[in-house]
C-alpha cells in the first residue's frame, strides 16, 4: 500500500515558466514533509519541507504548499529553468517517526 | 551540517560474490542512518535503518543486511549476490532535525 504517491511520472515546461508538483499521501500520522531533487547517478538532495502546522512555505524559486484535509501537497518552481531537470520525490514522516515514506518520483524536464 | 561518505562509487561484481559497501557520516553524533536501494527508472526503497549501535530495522526480507559497528559507520553486506541486487545505493543520515541527508551512492552491477 502506496502511502505517498506522485501521481505523474513526468512533467515537461518551458523555460520561465512554472512547474507544479503533486503529491498526495493516505496516512493522517504524516506530520512533516519533504521535497528532495535527484540528479542521474547522485544522491537526492533536501530541497525543501513544510510542518503539518503551515500550509504554504516558500524558498526562493521554491514553494511547497500543503492542503492537510486533502491529503495533498504540492511543489511550485518559479521560473523553471533547466538545470532544475531532474527527479523530485515528496516525503512524508510521522511524528516522532525514524524513518520517511518517499513517493515514486516526478520526472522534471525543462525545455530552453 | 552532516556529511555522508560512502565508496565505491561504482562496482561490478559476479552472482554469488560477497558485497560490502561502507557508509561513514560527519559532522553529527548519534545520527539515524540508512540504506535505499534505487532500481532502474524506480523510486527509493528503504532498506535498512538504525538508530544507534548495532541496532538495525530491515524493511524487506531480501539477501542483504546491514551493521552498524561505530556510532558514524553503517555498512550493507551480502554473502552471495544475485542479479537482482543490482542497482543504485544510497545511504543518509538525520540528526536532531527532520532531513536526510544523501550520499553521493554506489552504482552496483552483478553480472
Known amino acids: 500500500d502506496q502511502q505517498v504517491k506522485q501521481n505523474s511520472p513526468s512533467l515537461s515546461v518551458q523555460e520561465g515558466r512554472i512547474s507544479i508538483l503533486n503529491c498526495d499521501y493516505t496516512?493522517?500520522?504524516?506530520?512533516?514533509f519533504l521535497w528532495y531533487k535527484k540528479y542521474p547517478a547522485e544522491g537526492p538532495t533536501f530541497l525543501i519541507s513544510i510542518s503539518s502546522i503551515k500550509d504554504k512555505n516558500e524558498d526562493g524559486r521554491f514553494t511547497v504548499f500543503l492542503n492537510k484535509s486533502a491529503k495533498h501537497l504540492s511543489l511550485h518552481i518559479v521560473p523553471s529553468q533547466p538545470g532544475d531537470s531532474a527527479v523530485y520525490f515528496c516525503?512524508?514522516?510521522?511524528?516522532?517517526?525514524?524513518?520517511?515514506?518517499f513517493g515514486g518520483g516526478t520526472r522534471v524536464l525543462v525545455k530552453p | 551540517s552532516q556529511t555522508i561518505h560512502q565508496w565505491p562509487a561504482t562496482l561490478v561484481q559476479p552472482v554469488g560474490s560477497p558485497l560490502s559497501l561502507e557508509c561513514t557520516v560527519e559532522g553529527t553524533s548519534n545520527p539515524n542512518l540508512y540504506w535505499y536501494r534505487q532500481a532502474a527508472g524506480r523510486g527509493l526503497q528503504l532498506l535498512f535503518y538504525?538508530?544507534?549501535?548495532?541496532?538495525i530495522s530491515s524493511e524487506v526480507p531480501q539477501n542483504l543486511s546491514a551493521s552498524r559497528p561505530q556510532d558514524r559507520q553503517f555498512i550493507l553486506s551480502s554473502k552471495k549476490l544475485l542479479l537482482s541486487d543490482s542497482g543504485f545505493y544510497l545511504c543518509a543520515g538525520r540528526d536532531v532535525s527532520y532531513e536526510q541527508y544523501f550520499g553521493p551512492g554506489t552504482r552496483l552491477t552483478v553480472t
Open positions: 516525503a512524508a514522516l510521522e511524528a516522532a517517526g525514524n524513518k520517511l515514506t
Open positions: 538504525s538508530v544507534g549501535i548495532g541496532q
Open positions: 496516512n493522517s500520522m504524516f506530520d512533516y
